[in-house]
């Protein structure tokens, strides 16, 4: 099946820094590629995807990269805020939409 | 996005007594959910693909016979644990695919406690 490899996991940087999570996945036939945030105690949320047409996809501060030969993607925070301090998680769609989680990257902002 | 709700939120009950939980879609019909389970400080693992009108699909190493799904409308899907131990007990959580996108959105989530 598939494998998520994801890093860091904990990334501690200072407020107005950027942050960098990086996945690796098994699977050359894997298309699309989400990113999730999620709070203590709280359900995961999407805050940006990629799919495999694409090599990149911005929305305002977040950006997610996409490395189809590599089998490796990116998110990208810049201009990090207290708020940005949760756990976030990459995956990776398999067959039937079934999604393959990474092991999550705690992030800490520091004000 | 889609809206999607669990019921209860969180449930507390004894060893070998069984829980039902409940996910629903509030805005669209949902042939296909999904059902994670979460241990604290861990991943969201997948334990089973829920179809509407048909059997749930288990993932490698997750007991079809310990967690009963059933997916009896468009919009309902039901994940009971049976005879309920402490390992068992963890955060349980709802998805579906929002439409004809490859975007799945997750319910609230159902915190476990077997004592």
């Known amino acids: 099946g598939e494998n998520v490899e994801q890093h860091p996991s904990t990334l501690s940087v200072q407020e107005g820094d950027s942050a960098v999570i990086k996945c690796t996945y098994s699977?050359?036939?894997?298309?699309?590629f989400p990113w999730y945030k999620q709070e203590l105690g709280k359900r995961p949320q999407l805050i940006i995807d990629i799919r495999s047409n694409v090599g990149e996809k911005k929305d305002q501060r977040i950006a997610v990269t996409l490395n189809k030969t590599a089998k490796h993607f990116s998110l990208h925070i810049t201009e990090t805020q207290p708020e940005d301090s949760a756990v976030y998680f990459c995956?990776?769609?398999?067959?039937?939409?079934?999604?393959?989680f990474g092991e999550g990257t705690q992030l800490t902002v520091n004000p | 996005g889609a809206v999607v709700s669990q019921h209860p939120s969180w449930v507390i009950c004894k060893s070998g007594t069984s829980v039902k939980i409940e996910c629903r879609s509030l805005?669209?019909?949902?042939?296909?959910m999904f059902w994670y389970r979460q241990f604290p400080k861990q991943s969201l693992m997948l334990m089973a693909t829920?179809?509407?009108?048909?059997?749930?699909?288990?993932e490698q190493g997750v007991e079809k016979d310990k967690f009963l799904i059933n997916h009896a409308s468009l919009t309902l899907s039901t994940l009971t644990v049976t005879s309920a131990h402490p390992e068992d007990s963890s955060f349980y959580i709802c998805?579906?695919?929002?439409?004809?996108?490859?975007?799945?959105?997750f319910g609230p989530g159902t915190r476990l406690t077997v004592l």
């Open positions: 995956a990776v769609e398999t067959s039937g939409s079934r999604l393959t």
């Open positions: 998805s579906l695919v929002w439409g004809y996108t490859d975007t799945q959105y």
């Open positions: 699977d050359s036939a894997s298309n699309y």
């Open positions: 805005d669209f019909q949902a042939t296909t």
């Open positions: 829920s179809n509407e009108g048909s059997k749930a699909t288990y």
